[in-house]
């Protein structure tokens, strides 16, 4: 299959030991874009990508270190906003999310849906007790958040999924003060601006362990979580 019709959009924050093996994987579907944002790396994150695009036009990336706001939700925003393919698909950059789904995501994209939704079925057995109770948590208030809206989803929480682009740069624009920038979880944000008839499906797979790195989160985007659930 042809994937010029697609880009994969990469949040990363020092991820030089991830992200060096991420991009090779992602380059074997055919003719593939790849938009990676790097929000302020300290480590050599931005080099690698640096010689990644020097050497294959269809790698580009976006340096935000000199930008007011940061965080996961606008470095997402900022790369679907450069994308200029029909779909995109976002995935984290620590090889958590399996490359080998994305093939899945984009021919249901291709198949008439307008979000697909990484859903995670299980997760590595070594994620710490504090982070598996925060993510309990979370998800089920967001599960009810949408649902008292109308919509239902297996994995509000997901960072995996792929959408229409034009659909994602009409909701950017429609509602940028609605989105929790320096948040995390830009997946719940696009789920409670989606118009009600839009169709959505799942791609269920398993939520690996980081190869390299360490993650972002902490409390602070716990709490940002929450006062996306009330805006």
């Excluded at 929480?157 to 509602?175: E, P, R």
Aim: some cysteine; overall charge positive; hydrophobic content about 40%.
């Amino acid at each position: 299959m042809d994937y010029s019709d697609t880009t994969v959009v990469i949040p990363t924050l020092n991820e030089e030991k991830n992200i060096k093996s991420l991009i090779p994987l992602l380059l074997k579907y055919k003719k593939i874009n790849i938009i990676v944002v790097d929000d302020g790396s300290m480590d050599a994150t931005l080099q690698i990508l640096r010689n990644f695009s020097s050497k294959n036009r269809q790698v580009d990336f976006i340096d935000r270190k000199e930008e007011r706001i940061h965080g996961l939700t606008i470095s997402v925003l900022d790369g679907l906003q450069k994308t200029k393919t029909k779909y995109a698909i976002v995935m984290d950059g620590d090889l958590q999310h399996p490359p080998e789904k994305v093939g899945q995501m984009v021919q249901k994209l291709k198949a008439g849906s307008d979000l697909v939704i990484g859903v995670r079925t299980s997760v590595f057995d070594d994620w710490p007790i504090h982070r598996r109770l925060m993510s309990i948590g979370a998800s089920s208030i967001g599960f009810l958040r949408l649902l008292i809206s109308g919509k239902t989803c297996n994995d509000v929480l997901s960072g995996f999924f792929g959408i229409n682009v034009n659909l994602a740069k009409k909701l950017i624009g429609k509602n940028s003060g609605k989105f929790e920038m320096e948040g995390y979880k830009v997946l719940f944000d696009f789920l409670k601006l989606l118009p009600k008839n839009s169709k959505l499906s799942e791609v269920p797979y398993r939520f690996g362990e980081r190869s390299g790195g360490s993650s972002k989160i902490n409390s602070r985007h716990v709490k940002i979580f929450f006062k996306s659930v009330f805006r």
